[in-house]
């Protein structure tokens, strides 16, 4: 029989293991990003994106949060209507916009004109979606606005000004000004690329009080919603997923293995827009212009150890297709259909639709989004707003890289994971406006 001390042996794993706390406690943060330091071995050991240490948060600027801004002129320049296009969120851009403008131009805001548009099945108008009463209490020392329009205008059609498309160094007060004091009632339609880094710092902070602080939602509109988010099993991720036949027409990607009826929907929908071939085609992808399908989706979801019975709110649009690529893996998956009855989608438009999901989007544990479009911005500078750091937009770039490197199984998941762990410790991907400002942790 052999007799084997252990006090040497707990002497040295005491002191092993005190220098390895050490080296843990006092290195920089980069290390705590190695590839290493995470598990690929056993899936109860993995940790999930929601557990990565995050250096850089999004947060308002205090400059507009503080409310020194210079008052209000006396007298207006005249009025000013912003005609909104598109859909919710498309509408509240123009809509945060055409506030600013109106500051930049000394007018007075007219309540903006939700036109009607057929194709996001929409007929609302702003009062319809937001609460009216509040925007004007809110926006009180920002920009005046008007319920009602004096009596010699009331009966006039304003003079339209369409900046939707100009571009570059477009400037409102040398092209819109001179209409505005002409005919003292237009209506403008801002444009798409606005360089409003040249704003006066009183105009961009009328534009982030609308956006942040001035909308709220319609009391009917907000009470469903408020009903829809509490009837959802918590905690829940709210996923954003766009493969709809236009987008994916639109895009101009071919994907392979589409069931027959996704590829006759998307042809319908092509029309000139001929896919990418070739050379010409792999470049595209690579840009990451090629929205996410729903089984692609779920395979970055669990390369970023999302749980496969995490409670999902499926935040969408009709004509969502090859759900099932997403819903054969990801089980828990809901929808406003799930707990809204049939009385309430007839009794529903586009944009009322619109608010719900965005609502419960903003007010999620978690929020993923496959696109980037002006639902995603909106939501993720609403979340950040509120102190709700868990957002994430998925990276089709990274995805279509890796994919054409030939990476598959353990070694995709691994390269979706770093790049993912990375872009949400660093905050990127958000695209937050100059209302935002960027703080270390």
Not at 84 to 108: F, K
Not at 373 to 388: I, P
């Amino acid at each position: 029989m052999f007799l084997v001390s252990v006090k040497p042996f707990f002497s040295v794993l005491l002191v092993t293991l005190s220098l390895s706390l050490a080296v843990l406690l006092l290195s920089p943060p980069s290390s705590f990003f190695s590839p290493t330091s995470f598990s690929f071995t056993n899936e109860r050991s993995y940790t999930d994106i929601w557990s990565v240490r995050r250096i850089v948060e999004w947060r308002p600027c205090k400059w507009w949060l503080r409310g020194h801004l210079p008052a209000l002129p006396a007298d207006s320049n005249g009025y000013i209507r912003v005609d909104c296009y598109g859909g919710l969120n498309q509408m509240r851009r123009d809509l945060c916009d055409g506030v600013g403008i109106a500051r930049l131009l000394n007018a007075t805001l007219v309540l903006p004109k939700f036109e009607v548009a057929a194709y996001w099945n929409e007929s609302s108008g702003f009062a319809d979606v937001f609460d009216v009463d509040y925007f004007i209490g809110q926006m009180n020392g920002y920009v005046k606005v008007a319920k009602e329009l004096p009596p010699e205008l009331a009966s006039k059609e304003p003079y339209h000004v369409d900046c939707s498309k100009r571009k570059g160094q477009f400037d409102y007060i040398e092209s819109v000004l001179p209409s505005l004091l002409e005919h003292h009632y237009i209506s403008i339609t801002p444009a798409m690329s606005q360089r409003r880094d040249r704003y006066p710092q009183y105009a961009k902070a009328a534009l982030c009080q609308v956006c942040y602080n001035g909308l709220r939602l319609a009391k009917p509109v907000e009470k469903k919603a408020r009903e829809l988010l509490e009837a959802i099993p918590k905690p829940f991720l709210s996923l954003h997923l766009r493969f709809e036949p236009d987008m994916v027409a639109y895009s101009q990607c071919e994907y392979k293995g589409l069931s027959p009826t996704s590829l006759e929907a998307i042809e319908e929908t092509r029309g000139d827009r001929k896919p990418w071939t070739g050379e010409l085609a792999e470049i595209w992808r690579k840009r990451g212009k090629c929205p996410l399908t729903p089984r692609e989706t779920a395979l970055i979801f669990q390369a970023l150890h999302i749980p496969t019975n995490t409670n999902i709110y499926l935040a969408a649009g009709d004509g969502l297709m090859e759900l099932e690529g997403f819903t054969s893996v990801y089980t828990n998956v809901v929808t406003k259909s799930s707990f809204l009855t049939s009385d309430d989608f007839s009794s529903m438009h586009g944009n009322t639709k619109a608010a719900l999901d965005y609502y419960v989007s903003i007010n999620s544990d978690y929020y993923v989004a496959t696109f980037f479009g002006n639902m995603d911005k909106m939501v993720a500078a609403m979340r950040a707003f509120n102190g709700k750091q868990r957002t994430l937009f998925l990276s089709r770039r990274a995805f279509a890289e890796f994919t054409y490197k030939g990476l598959e199984g353990k070694e995709l998941n691994q390269a979706l994971w770093k790049t993912h762990r990375d872009d949400f410790a660093m905050g990127r991907g958000s695209a937050l406006s100059d209302c935002f400002c960027e703080f270390k942790l």
